[in-house]
């Protein structure tokens, strides 16, 4: 399942913990290059938001993005 994210919640998120996508990237398991891809495309999967919105410290609700 494919997850669309609000990538302002995730940047504005990341940029409190003073964290860069390489270190969000380690932290959740993935090479930095495919948290690039995530932030361009704005999707990732459903396990991928899920760790994403675990490091940021926040509910997967937060980070989604309804269309």
Known sequence: MTVKL???VVAKRM????????AL?????????????IRCRGTCSH????????ALGVKLEDIWKEV
């Open 6 to 8: 609000d990538m302002q």
């Open 15 to 22: 940029a409190e913990r003073r964290m860069t996508g390489a």
């Open 25 to 37: 990237a380690k932290l959740i398991g993935i090479s930095p290059q495919a948290f690039s891809a």
């Open 47 to 54: 396990i991928n938001a899920a760790l994403i919105a675990d």
